[in-house]
């Protein structure tokens, strides 16, 4: 079995590679002068996003062996966890007061499933267990909230005639909104259902590389990391449906309503924001 100190050696080699492919896609980013809907460049984000990445990852491999000891240790680490991903899907999404919105995909998704696999036995209150089962829970609700959320409210900006002509015609507000938004907020289920379905074929994702380099069977490795994809689907589906309720309330929208004259549209309820 190789182990995993041979497949990824910690030495001064990786850290140039590393440097290497963070400044390969900077620079990829700014010649094809990626950017996103208000031009902002994405090559300033990518080389924070990588530092803070090293950063990051520095400082949990740091504290993890301290904080799996305890479990009131343990359970604030993975609330932690939580709430740093509330407050990016969050701000991804609006960037005014409702962001705090984002806490109910994400707990709807995640708190159902890690209740349940901690009550059959399946995960155990164990820092080795637990932490990283969350963290993979937590990062696929953050993503789908995200998706989610997005695209429901661009479709609401683009089509806002339409959620008009549809509250014209009888339906409520949250109706109308609901029929212009569902499509492209489900489209948040993709690339969880497409990891899913290619599994094996395609991609071999971290857990069962993680189990096979453990020393684990290759069968056992496998039960891993079906359960893993599975569980993850079912928190993504819960965060999608639940951020897509919210953006129809009128719940999570972008909208400023801080003052300053912005306008606050009077048929979406500020879905539609500026």
Known sequence: MLAAATLLPVNATLAVVLAALLAAAVAVAAAARLADARGRGWALPVAVAGVRAAVQLAAVSALIGWVVRAVPLLLCFVALMYAVAVRTAGRRITGNRTWWWAALPIGAGVLPVLVVLVLTGLVPVEGIALVPVAGILIGGGLTATVLAGRRALDELHTRHGEVEAALALGLTARDARLEIA?????????????????????????????????????????AVQLFVLVALVAVQAAAVAVALELVARGRLHRADTSGGGARRSRTLGGAEGE
């Open 182 to 222: 569902r499509p492209a907020a489900s489209d948040a289920l993709l690339p969880g259902l497409d990891q899913t379905r290619t599994v094996g074929l395609v991609t071999l994702p971290g857990a069962f590389v993680g189990m096979l380099l453990g020393g684990a069977s290759p069968l056992a490795a496998g």
